[in-house]
């Protein structure tokens, strides 16, 4: 982000306004490919078997919704921006929670659990997304046929579309399956042309990419596609999403939209935190573990700074706003997210260092017996 930002139109302008503008099909390339990732963390069949995560996700991402909404609103924002911005808000970032995980070795129900539960919020964070662009079309002074069935054509007709296609990849997996090398190429292949699908027939490449993931998930018997990795070289899309949206950003609306950026931040840790720990109460579940999970939810990343640019396309005129606030939003989590990962794997007590210990101790009251 700060490599975008220093060779942006703020730095020494080697991206050009032209050049960002012409790289939205990278962007929108990336962007697919990372929710087709985020969607296999999303286990319809786990989900099922524990359906207290889904009412948990469904009450913290209310609560983050609510109080960023009146939060921006008390300080300024308009109110359309500051659902918009709240809705983004929702999401969270899979990435530090799989990397963390992976440097610290942490295995066990709070790991597993909320990598559901990351899924959640950022299948909530475009659900909420898509279900404001109505009042956007009102806004725009659209006709109430326009404002209605809009987005309701872009939903099911994301859904269909999405479904036929996890469908047809199925099936050639299926007949292709003793030659594995063509699986990834495949994947691909189907991403980009949801891609085009959803450009040519104006709808949503999001729900599209999500449905066809989480509908291969549900159908699968034995893990042919969804075991597919894209391997260190998926980082690559994120770095592209980064590298353009610090592109994006301009150093005196950082300054001009700190306090918001700053509430931003502290209002939608406090409802994560607070909104999984909350449920615990109810669910008569380990307070400790809950205020781990909650903690690794506070990274957000790559699908609020998607959601971000789809943003500066709805709201030309108030691109400059919500980018600032939330990408400013976006580098504040990123560093500070990481540690407090690491953190809460250790008070959840599930990183390899910790339960060495605890084995260790056991295996020496053990012999001592």
């Known amino acids: 982000m700060i490599v975008g930002f220093l060779f942006g139109p703020s730095g020494i302008g080697l991206f050009s306004q032209e050049t960002i503008a012409g790289s939205q099909i990278l962007i929108n390339i990336a962007l697919a490919l990372i929710l087709y990732r985020l969607g296999l ?9 524990h359906p207290q995560l889904f009412i948990t996700s469904l009450v913290e991402s209310a609560a983050t919704f609510i109080l960023v909404s009146v939060v921006l609103g008390i300080i300024g924002i308009p109110l359309l921006l500051s659902f918009f911005v709240a809705a983004i808000a929702i999401s969270s970032s899979p990435a530090v929670l799989l990397h963390v995980a992976h440097e610290v070795g942490a295995k066990g129900e709070v790991t597993e659990s909320t ?14 997304f898509s279900a404001l662009l109505p009042f956007v079309h009102y806004s725009a002074g659209a006709g109430w046929v326009v404002t209605l069935f809009q987005p309701l054509y872009s939903f099911f007709g994301s859904l269909l579309v999405g479904v036929i296609l996890a469908y047809g990849l199925h099936a050639v997996v299926l007949r292709t399956r003793e030659a594995g090398q063509y699986k990834f190429a495949l994947v691909i292949g189907v991403i980009m042309i949801a891609l085009g699908l959803a450009y040519e027939l104006k709808l949503s490449m999001y729900f599209i990419a999500l449905t066809i993931v989480v509908v291969i998930k549900a159908m699968e018997e034995e893990s042919l596609i969804s075991e597919i990795t894209f391997g260190p070289a998926f980082e690559l899309f994120f770095i592209v999403l980064f590298v353009f949206a610090g592109a994006g950003l301009h150093l005196h609306e950082l300054i001009e939209f700190a306090p918001a950026i700053f509430s931003l931040v502290l209002v939608r840790i406090l409802a994560k935190v607070f909104g999984v720990s909350l449920m615990s109460l109810f669910q008569k579940k380990s307070f400790q573990k809950s205020v781990s999970s909650g903690l690794l939810l506070i990274p957000m990343a790559g699908l609020a700074i998607g959601l971000t640019l789809a943003s500066g ?5 108030y691109a400059s706003i919500i ?16 540690p407090i990962a690491s953190y809460a794997f250790r008070l959840a007590g599930e990183t390899a260092e910790l339960k060495n210990q605890t ?3 056991e295996k ?3 012999e001592n017996s």
């Open 115 to 128: 990598k559901t539960l990351v899924a959640l919020n950022n299948l909530f964070s475009i659900v909420m």
């Open 41 to 49: 963390s999303l286990d319809i069949k786990y989900l099922w078997r």
């Open 313 to 317: 396309n709805l709201f030309p005129q």
């Open 359 to 361: 084995d260790n101790g």
């Open 364 to 366: 020496r009251d053990t």
């Open 323 to 338: 980018s600032a606030v939330v990408l400013g939003a976006v580098t504040v989590f990123e560093t500070i997210g990481p």
